[in-house]
T-cell receptor, first 116, second 110 residues
């Protein structure tokens, strides 16, 4: 049983197009994230949702719009794709952060986006 | 933004060697985590350290959290080819915004 799933696994598209990446978790977690991992493997948080509410937005261009229809899903829509958007995008989920820092994050397999 | 500096960035060693990876910051973290990422997959949690000075062992892996909770290390004894991967440290300060280090890419040659 896949805990955190993402679709598609690979996405190749032209500059200027609009695309979406879907994420679903079946762990019953309250918090979900989107991360971007660049070509140098740096993993940077983009957004976080807790129970469908946006709680973290780390200075991401407004061409990126996350949507959480329910707490098990967090989709990422990207408008007007640019070359610099090429990266691997990871979805992750966790239980609500407890008093001892943050809990284990469970990552999806990633979506490799290539913008031509 | 709280930064985590990892070193070294790359490590290429022979099977059986020992190695240490470092994760340093000028900020205090409430906890630090170590993840391992294999090609084409997402990171997977290895350990969480919470208490300053804490040492945790996971088979041949030893994790340490600095007394001041600003740094951590991962030591692997007698590395094996199966240890090959990208090792990432991650922390969350008071804001609970997860921050990742830039990773250490480890290759263990048979």
């Amino acid at each position: 049983d896949t805990a955190v799933s993402q679709t598609p696994k690979y996405l190749v598209t032209q500059m200027g197009n609009d695309k979406s990446i879907k994420c679903e978790q079946n762990l019953g977690h309250d918090t979900m994230y989107w991360y971007k991992q660049d070509s140098k493997k740096f993993l940077k948080i983009m957004f976080s949702y807790n129970n469908k509410e946006l709680i973290i937005n780390e200075t991401v261009p407004n061409r990126f719009s996350p949507k959480s229809p329910d707490k098990a899903h967090l989709n990422l829509h990207i408008n007007s794709l640019e070359l610099g958007d090429s990266a691997v995008y990871f979805c992750a989920s966790t239980t609500n952060g407890g008093g001892q820092g943050f809990d284990e994050q469970f990552f999806g397999p990633g979506t490799r986006l290539t913008v031509l | 933004t709280q930064l985590l500096e990892q070193s070294p960035q790359f490590l290429s060693i022979q099977e059986g060697e020992n190695l240490t990876v470092y994760c340093n910051s000028s900020s205090v973290f409430s906890s630090l985590q170590w993840y391992r990422q294999e090609p084409g997959e997402g990171p997977v949690l290895l350990v969480t350290v919470v208490t300053g000075g804490e040492v945790k062992k996971l088979k041949r892996l030893t994790f340490q959290f600095g007394d001041a909770r600003k740094d951590s290390s991962l030591h692997i004894t007698a590395a094996q080819p199966g240890d090959t991967g990208l090792y990432l440290c991650a922390g969350a300060g008071g804001s609970y915004i997860p921050t990742f280090g830039r990773g250490t890419s480890l290759i263990v040659h048979p």
